[in-house]
């Protein structure tokens, strides 16, 4: 009962804090409810500024399109890109406008630019705070810098539609909102940033509502996920190829289907599930621009409760688990609770990456709920090749090769598996750490998917090696010694019966006795609660 108290007390904390970090805007429509325009001046700013979204981008007429199947809603698929402000307004209170006049002009500027732009055309460095970036244009910064406007922004490129782009939003005399219906097209792919600046001191105090629409030429999939639309529906396709081999092959030896099988055949149906419903989750919101959370929720539950009981599987399999020892016995509460304890981890971290906004900016609880997803899967590693080492070593000393070569190569894939992943997890830490703008988003897609594509090999491993057959039960657990090596073991027992007849007659006895000693039955239950049965007993 202590165990089970510690997992509800970790599935309380960490989806506490995932539901309070969940971000409010939805991916390619970028919704704003009375989002504040924050004064920068007692930090060293001189402006106001708030980040209105952050995509990548690919040019209109890019060749970016996809199939027809891939598209549901009509006119989407059309090559086009842009950027529409139609339904975008700015709100100021009202005890701002007292002392105005009919002739008074204030602006809120929405500044549209490419990333790598950001570092040379728009704003400046802070001379009061290093940190801080001015972007009001003054007298004096006139002489030193480019100025558009009111802003320190550099254009380029043709007159009429200078790059970065800038849309100004007029608030003259008393008016409280400012509405102005804008579309950008976009010409270059790279990854946007919208950024709300106001210059004017004396206008505070101003939300944003409403929303923004970014399109790509494909639909409204953000740059940086399009990609995964037409994995997942690959990756959909090599599960159902999988799972229709799998239970071809379940349906001819059902008779001799071991426990270990069916849990092979629960891992294989989360996985098919889980990949169909990332798949269609893409395409509804590639047509719509927005991700209903409950299809996203159902998605990430299914992937954590898919990643959790593999790498249980994983565990179980090294364990030995119906081939060297017929329960878990008193390991199975640890087994549980690593397991339990994992699948609330990886739930709160991809609540935390999927569920709302997908190219807005990663909030810090990001960061935090990292470490125990790290954490576990070393526990989980660690676990697995020492079991791994304790079983080969047992299979060993009982001279059962079959089964031997079996984990072998078990070990081997697995081997193989891991220096890859940790591999890719280093070029991922470098990726992050040199590639602070985002400049390589178009390749970020690969560092996610990679992760799926593993699972999906080690899975079809497992499904090779432990495939229903007619002689799935020769790797069944048995307590006779040695069963799958009978001439290795008589060639021994005729060498001793040279000496006397009476030793042949005690061996052949013995003989006799374990050949009618009956096969201890194989147990279907992977998690016997037999706590009195700790591993040291096993072996």
């Not at 990663?362 to 791994?388: E, K």
């Not at 009476?502 to 003989?511: H, I, K, Q, R, V």
Request: proline content about 4%; glycine content about 8%; hydrophobic content about 40%.
């Amino acid at each position: 009962m202590g165990g089970l108290k510690r997992v509800l007390v970790v599935v309380e904390l960490l989806f506490l804090l995932a539901t309070t970090w969940w971000p409010c805007t939805e991916a390619a429509v970028h919704k704003y409810k009375k989002l504040p325009i924050v004064c920068q001046y007692e930090n060293g700013g001189d402006s106001c500024y708030q980040w209105g979204g952050r995509e990548g981008m690919f040019a209109s007429g890019s060749a970016r399109m996809l199939p027809r199947f891939f598209v549901f809603a009509k006119g989407l698929n059309d090559g086009r890109s842009q950027i529409k402000l139609d339904k975008l307004r700015f709100v100021r209170e009202g005890s701002n406008t007292g002392s105005d006049s009919e002739s008074s002009r204030r602006f809120v500027y929405v500044v549209i630019f490419e990333g790598n732009d950001y570092r040379k055309r728009v704003g400046y460095p802070s001379s009061a705070n290093p940190n801080a970036q001015n972007y009001c244009c003054t007298e004096e910064i006139k002489g030193r810098k480019d100025c558009t406007r009111e802003l320190v922004v550099s254009t380029y490129g043709e007159d009429e539609r200078p790059w970065p782009r800038i849309l100004d939003y007029e608030f003259s005399g008393n008016k409280t909102e400012s509405f102005s219906p804008n579309t950008v097209d976009i010409t270059r792919t790279g990854m946007y940033y919208m950024l709300f600046i106001v210059c004017d001191k004396s206008l505070t105090k101003v939300y944003v509502d409403g929303e923004t629409v970014w399109k790509n030429p494909m639909g409204y999939l953000p740059g940086m996920v399009a990609p995964k639309l037409a994995f997942y529906a690959f990756l959909s396709f090599c599960y159902l190829v999988l799972g229709v081999i799998w239970f071809v092959q379940y349906t001819r030896y059902w008779r001799d289907i071991l426990q270990l099988q069916n849990c092979i055949t629960l891992v294989l149906f989360l996985g098919m599930s889980e990949t169909a419903t990332w798949y269609f989750d893409f395409v509804n919101f590639n047509s719509t621009g927005s991700r209903p959370i409950g299809v996203t929720m159902w998605a990430v539950l299914l992937g954590a409760l898919r990643k959790a009981l593999s790498r249980m599987l994983v565990l179980v399999v090294s364990m030995g688990y119906g081939v060297v020892r017929p329960t878990l016995g008193g390991l199975t509460n640890k087994v549980l609770f690593l397991g339990i304890t994992d699948f609330v981890a990886i739930c709160s971290f991809d609540m935390m990456q999927y569920v709302g906004a997908v190219d807005d900016k990663a909030p810090a609880a990001r960061m935090f709920l990292t470490l125990p997803v790290a954490v576990l899967d070393a526990i989980f590693i660690l676990w697995i090749f020492t079991s791994l080492s304790r079983t080969l070593s047992q299979l060993q000393a009982r001279r059962q090769t079959a089964k031997l070569e079996l984990y072998r190569k078990f070990t081997n894939v697995l081997a193989i598996t891991v220096v890859v992943s940790v591999a890719w997890i280093a070029y991922e830490f470098y990726l992050k750490v040199e590639d602070q703008y985002v400049e390589n988003w178009e390749m970020d897609w690969i560092v996610h998917v990679v992760w799926q594509a593993l699972n999906f090999g080690l899975l079809c491993t497992i499904c090779y090696l432990w495939a229903p057959n007619q002689n799935a039960t020769r790797y069944a657990y048995s307590e006779d010694v040695g069963e799958e090596d009978e001439g290795s073991e008589t060639a021994p027992l005729k060498a001793s019966g040279a000496k006397s007849g009476a030793g042949t007659m005690e061996l052949s006895s013995e003989s006799a006795l374990k050949a009618e000693k009956p096969k201890q039955p194989i147990s279907t239950d992977v998690f016997s609660l037999d706590d009195d049965m700790e591993e040291g007993k096993l072996e």
